[in-house]
């Protein structure tokens, strides 16, 4: 499921009108679309918000990869759906409220499908955070790829050795996680030190505020699909009746 | 009696890349042998099928004579051991020793014969002054043998080794060389994947060259290794003996250097 969920919100280069967009722009679309979906309350708002939210999934063609980070939160979608159901809010209000997750769910997963690690770079030095947090972030970000072709060739290498991953009861079963963390982890840090000394021999953090190849400049486009923004926004407020 | 038997084997990657492509082997009992190719060639790919890791997308792989969709990667393991290429992907205990004992209890072995078998494979691979270190503070050649001790320990019927020689010097290839000329020796099944035929040269083993998931190439080493144009387009270079012997006009190439030393002196006037 961890694998899906990586798979899902892993950024992959493609060229559509929504990719080629400046990310602060495609922040500006995921928050917008994100509150829509924060201020939904019952089936037809709903529907409207996943309307707004797929055309600009579809123009990215990201429509699929979406629907698979949906899958993964279906889980807990579920939790909340029963949880709320006991709680006796009703069946159509407990609906509701679990589809408003859902939506929240692919309305914040479109901007991380759209933009690059590089862009999300761009866009948290723009907001003026510490070069070194964003740094971390960002590279976090850019690990979780490598460490998970890490974890499919370690425990392919354990399941080769014996072990059997999904056998015994659930204190086996977390026992068994021991030969597949324990080398993910030392790897991780090995991996985590190199890149430390590689940085430092590139001359990171030699000087105060270094700076940048790429500066992020707004375009006509970005400009247009800014307008289109606010006054889908501006719309789907209106039609919702909070203004 | 051909222990793995590999029909028109087709592998397509989720991401749709095709990784093996209408692959056909036979390797037979005691046999030894090389399969070679650059980088991304379907080396490792195949490597995974043979215990049942991958299922090929079409055609069939059998591993004693069964079809490898009828068994566990488990069941398969315990007749087919692969050590791969990174050691660092499999070392997690404490002891060098634990790290031998894990496969072991995992087929089943009583303690009494793990323990045994332990004391068998440290013996065996010149290992027991490590015994009780943790494997992670070991050097590249002793994790390297100890990797293939943890296989070895249970004692399958056939050994795969991924790029045993990646990372390793030169005093640690020859140790290898040697494990598997004592494997050799035992009459086991050895399939060793590299791209290093410099390595793979004094073993003399039957040569099977991949280039993008194709068997382009299964003979004899003498046929495989003179054969520059392949060697070119697989992305490998030529052992310098063979390069040697054909800039001298010797068919066959010497074996090892003093082949070479005694020819060479034979000839002077």
Known sequence: MAHLLAEGLRFRHEDTPIHRLDPRVKLLISIALFSISLLTTDLYQLAIAFCAIAVPAALAKSLRRLGKVMSVSLTFAAFIFVINLVFSYGLYRSATLTLRFMAIVASTSLFFVTTSPDELEYVMRWFRLPRDFVFAFVTAVRFVPVLMLDLTQIIDAQKSRGLEMDKGGPAKRLRNLIPVLIPLIVNALVRSGELAEAMESRGYGAVKNPTSLYALHLKSRDYAALLVTVAVWAGVLLCFRVV | ?269
């Not at chain 2, 070119?232 to 052992?239: D, K, T, V």
Request: a negative charge; hydrophobic letters at 40%; charged letters at 30%.
């Open chain 2, 1 to 269: 009696m051909a222990v793995i038997e590999l029909r028109d084997v087709a592998f397509r990657q989720p991401n749709g890349v095709v990784a093996l492509d209408g692959v056909s082997l036979d390797i037979d009992k005691g046999e030894v042998i090389a399969i070679v190719g650059g980088n991304g060639a379907g080396k490792t790919t195949l490597l995974k099928h043979l215990n049942g890791l991958l299922k090929p997308s079409s055609g069939t792989v059998r591993v004693f004579g069964k079809d490898t969709r009828e068994q566990s990667v488990a069941e398969l393991s315990r007749r087919v051991g692969l050590v791969f290429q990174n050691s660092d992907h499999q070392l997690f205990s404490e002891t060098a020793e634990a790290e031998v004992l894990f496969g072991l209890r995992n087929f089943g072995f009583s303690e009494d014969e793990a323990a045994k078998r332990t004391d068998e494979v440290f013996r065996y691979f010149g290992l027991e002054h490590l015994r009780k270190r943790a494997p992670l503070t070991l050097s590249g050649g002793e994790k390297k043998r100890l990797c293939i001790a943890a296989v070895t320990a249970w004692n399958p019927d056939v050994l795969v080794l991924d790029e045993p020689t990646v990372g390793q010097d030169y005093p640690s290839k020859l140790r290898i060389l040697e494990t598997i000329r004592r494997l050799m020796e035992a009459e086991k099944t050895v399939i060793v994947v590299s791209h290093d035929l410099e390595f793979l040269w004094p073993l003399w083993a039957r040569t099977v060259v991949m280039i993008a998931g194709k068997v382009v190439r299964d003979g004899d080493p003498e046929e495989v290794y003179s054969d520059s144009d392949l060697l070119e387009s697989a992305g490998l270079r030529q052992p310098q003996l063979v390069t040697i012997s054909k800039m001298l006009g010797r068919s066959p190439s010497f074996r090892n250097v003093s082949d070479a030393v005694h020819w060479l002196e034979r000839r002077e006037p």
